[in-house]
């Protein structure tokens, strides 16, 4: 009969302590796949520095192009007040142009005046002297930019004629320019002088 061996618990049975078990307990080696805590540590912060610089270079490219796009819209805004500014400026220019240049015309209207009344009555006959005078007087005055205004027939206009009489008119519907006393001048946008005017007006 075979003699059994047995081992007393706790006997060195010729196998160190240090001896790597399939498992690994019991041995001073760590187990596989393991690493260093160190390294993990210095590849989380270079991570977390990473995204910190990448979130501010972002940050700052965000700022930099809104603020480009401000001051876009500032010049673009500038830009637009200086056009709308030079345009108001030139249109007052104008219209001082206009007023001095009226001033100066209103002397001649009562000249033109007494031209027209020299038509009416015959007494410019053409060839004279007094109609060539007549004619450069016309002129500069065409020149300067003066219109007359005031036709019999036209329609009444209470913003260009001052009407001097009504007349009540038999067939007229709506207000009309029955006789022009006196012409109506004008300079551009400034008026010198409204038509002064006799009305037809409906007969009730």
């Not at 989380?44 to 990473?50: A, K, N, Q």
């Not at 610089?53 to 603020?67: C, I, R």
């Amino acid at each position: 009969m075979a003699k059994k061996n047995f081992e007393e618990p706790g006997a060195d049975n010729g196998r160190g302590d240090d001896e790597v078990r399939p498992n690994g307990e019991g041995s001073g080696a760590e187990p596989a796949g393991a690493s260093d805590p160190s390294s993990q540590d210095e590849l989380t912060v270079d991570d977390i520095l990473g995204a910190e610089q990448t979130a501010q270079a972002q940050a700052e490219d965000t700022t930099l192009a809104d603020l480009e796009s401000q001051l876009l819209n500032d010049l673009k805004r500038l830009q637009a007040e200086y056009a709308n500014y030079r345009r108001r400026t030139e249109d007052q220019r104008e219209r001082e142009i206009e007023r001095a240049k009226g001033e100066a015309v209103k002397g001649l209207l009562p000249v033109l005046d007494d031209l027209d009344r020299a038509v009416k009555h015959g007494d410019l006959e053409a060839g004279t002297p007094f109609s060539a005078i007549a004619e450069k007087v016309r002129s500069v005055a065409e020149r300067l930019g003066v219109v007359s205004y005031g036709v019999a027939g036209e329609e009444f206009d209470p913003q260009q004629h001052e009407a001097i009489f009504q007349a009540p008119t038999p067939g007229v519907t709506v207000p009309t320019v029955l006789e022009v006393v006196e012409v109506g001048y004008r300079l551009g946008s400034v008026e010198l002088r409204p038509a002064k005017v006799v009305v037809a007006v409906p007969a009730e």
